[in-house]
């Protein structure tokens, strides 16, 4: 092999492997980006503990106990009791998806947040349920409630509770299929879904009540709302006094 040869060779192989190297380079970096995005969503994801689906209160008992209660201890709640709500809101019960709630074409237009004050071992926020999982992620830092209180026209359960359950809705899931009746389906629903909280809160002995008078736009923003999405109710759960 003659000199030149011998240098186009060389400068091939320096070519090679200057490729190369920046190829692994950039196969780290990326693998680093989506490692930092599970780690994020690790970190920001909750699973809940799986609810129970038996307890020593019957159907009749749970109605006749069902009261609005306004006034709570400040004691905190425990996860399992939050997951038990949340469950009873808008859970999974079925292989196909199906939820405690019915709804309109099974279309699903709720969604259901925990603004956690006073939970066992779980940090302050805003965490949005997700039930296909049985999740809550975690949409907003700190502890919410007095800013929820003011929203909802200073009603004291609000701040006083250990947590608010706040129910949304994007009415277009079910507008784009029922046209303008679609809303009401979707009030229906928001109904439906709040008795499930009244009776699971007593078969739990904790208290709640649904709140329908708030400044929708200030709640949104409290809450990290996305734009096509309306908050309906808001229910404080706590200890009863
Ligand atoms: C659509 C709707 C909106 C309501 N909004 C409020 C509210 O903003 N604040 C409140 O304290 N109670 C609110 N309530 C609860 C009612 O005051 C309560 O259901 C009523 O007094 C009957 O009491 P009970 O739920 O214990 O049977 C609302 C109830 C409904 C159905």
Redesign the pocket.
């Known amino acids: 092999m003659n000199k030149k040869n011998k240098y186009i060779l060389a400068l091939l192989a320096v070519v090679i492997l200057a490729g190369a190297a920046a190829y692994v380079i950039l196969l780290l970096q990326n693998a680093e980006d989506k490692s930092n995005i599970t780690m994020k969503n690790k970190l920001e994801t909750i699973k809940l503990p799986e609810p129970r689906y038996e307890s020593e209160t019957s159907v009749e008992e749970a109605l006749l106990a069902?009261?609005?209660?306004?006034d709570y201890k400040s004691e905190s709640l425990t996860l399992e009791e939050v997951s038990q709500i949340l469950w009873a809101a808008q859970g999974i019960t079925d292989k196909k998806g199906s939820r405690t709630a019915p709804s309109a074409g099974a279309l699903y237009p709720l969604e259901v947040y925990a603004v956690v004050g006073n939970v066992d071992d779980f940090s302050e926020g805003v965490y949005k349920y997700k039930p296909q999982c049985h999740e809550l992620v975690k949409v907003a830092e700190g502890d919410k409630r007095m800013e929820l209180y003011n929203a909802?026209?200073n009603?004291s359960?609000v701040k006083n509770a250990a947590v608010a359950v706040v129910f949304s809705a994007v009415y277009e899931r079910t507008t784009e299929k029922y046209g303008e009746r679609g809303e009401r389906y979707v009030h229906l629903e928001t109904?439906h879904a709040a008795q499930n909280v009244?009776l699971q809160a007593a078969v739990l002995d904790l208290g709640t009540?649904?709140?329908?008078?708030?400044d929708d736009s200030e709640v949104k923003k409290i809450m990290n709302m996305q734009d096509d999405e309306q908050p309906l109710?808001i229910m404080p759960v706590g200890r009863k006094k």
């Open positions: 069902r009261r609005s209660v306004r909802a026209l009603q359960a109904g009244y009540v649904v709140i329908g008078a708030f109710y």
